[in-house]
DNA sequence: AGCAATTATATGTCACTACATCTAATTTTA
DNA sequence: TAAAATTAGATGTAGTGACATATAATTGCT
């Protein structure tokens, strides 16, 4: 559906480059509904996934919060407090660093990595509301995007 | 740049419709950030902001909650609680509806007002970042995104 | 009229973003 | 090598999103 009428939006954006700036702001809330919606069945936030891909790239190695942060979709999400929340659910380890006793190691435990086969497993939830366009359109979408971040 | 290099994904995406979800997701927490910075001098927030462009396109008339959580970009956002914060900036006054004693009119106030035509004065630093795309490639982008959510 | 269902909004809780500040460890530099 | 600067991470706070529940007013039903 249009943007507008989703918003209901009386008065016309004054350029396309606003309804784009509305365009991506309502399409990412709407694509993170979904997100969480998929994953509440295994007690996972969006984040907390995210976060937990980036060990299971890592694996076996650790990773610190410094290569967290990095790789995070959203940068200044706490990292910290997201291994928390997945230390208590056992889906992390954690322990300081030998070599430098300022940095933690954190690395996802066996069962982080048997949640994320799981979810694997019904990954298409997750990606079935984008089947509404083609992979031609997904590419374009995608060069499109990379470029207006300059 | 391209989403790949900017989260530093080792492992390449396992389709190019899981690249859409997070290239959207990171491009809006990108366009937030910018947004939150221009509107920071002005004392608001982008759902302040949002919610206080919705009451000038009501004025004079009030707007009740309804009406206001209907027309938000992010839907569940709590707009009681957003008005609450506008209201203690003065930019809005709100009074219980004689027509409905459940419902609440609320209205932008002159100073709510003056602080939108301040920050329409700036709109370029709320609008330059997105212009890397051409208005061609802005068009292209805003049909895409509405063909997505379907 | 009288009671149930609905509606409008408020409030409480948890997780998260953004940001500032703090501590401790390491590196730099004089 | 000792002080200064930097770095890694933890922690505190305000605002917000998602969601459940509460309250009060209104509407619908009989």
Redesign the pocket.
Known sequence: MEIEKEIKQNLKFSSEYQKVAVNILYTA?WL??HH??AL?PFGL?P??FNLLRILRGQHPQPA???LLIDRMI??????????D?LLEKEFVS?CV?EA?????NVTITERGLNVLTQIDKKSESLELPLRNISEEEAIQLNQLLDKLRG
């Not at 940068?75 to 291994?83: D, E, F, W």
């Open positions: 809330s993170s509904t969480a919606n509440k936030t984040q907390q610190t919060i410094n959203d940068k200044s999400s706490n990292a910290s407090r997201l291994v929340r954690r660093s430098d006793k300022r940095a933690v």
